[in-house]
Nanobody
Framework: QVQLVESGGGLVQAGGSLRLSCAASGRTFSSFTMGWFRQAPGKEREFVAAIARSGDRTTYGRRVKGRFTISKDNAKNTVHLQMRSLKPEDTAVYYC?????????????????WGQGTQVTVSS
């Protein structure tokens, strides 16, 4: 069992940056692939980024690749999402998630634990 708590969301102008953090409880954090998803009103939850257990591999959704960076600190049980060059279409609730599976599974069903989400709003 692991509990995830996101922070760092807020309101930012287009072109700006935000850094989301996810703090995880439990002693097995280093065993998890960690991911970020987002969900805009009326839309499906979308994969944003994931990082492997050891932090040596990452993968990104097509719409954020090159603008977002995911990182993992196993010593501090945290995962971060650095978001740059934000666009109004990045507006969504962002969720941190943990998976017992491999980094290659970017589906929502591939993740076992979820945080409550943090709102990111990008104004034009």
């Amino acid at each position: 069992q692991v509990q995830l708590v996101e922070s760092g969301g807020g309101l930012v102008q287009a072109g700006g940056s935000l850094r989301l953090s996810c703090a995880a409880s439990g002693r097995t954090f280093s065993s998890f692939t960690m991911g970020w998803f987002r969900q805009a009103p009326g839309k499906e939850r979308e994969f944003v980024a994931a990082i492997a257990r050891s932090g040596d591999r990452t993968t990104y959704g097509r719409r954020v690749k090159g603008r977002f960076t995911i990182s993992k600190d196993n010593a501090k049980n945290t995962v971060h999402l650095q978001m740059r060059s934000l666009k109004p279409e990045d507006t969504a609730v962002y969720y941190c998630a943990a998976s017992w599976g491999m980094i290659g599974d970017t589906s929502r069903s591939g993740y076992d634990y979820w945080g409550q989400g943090t709102q990111v709003t990008v104004s034009s």
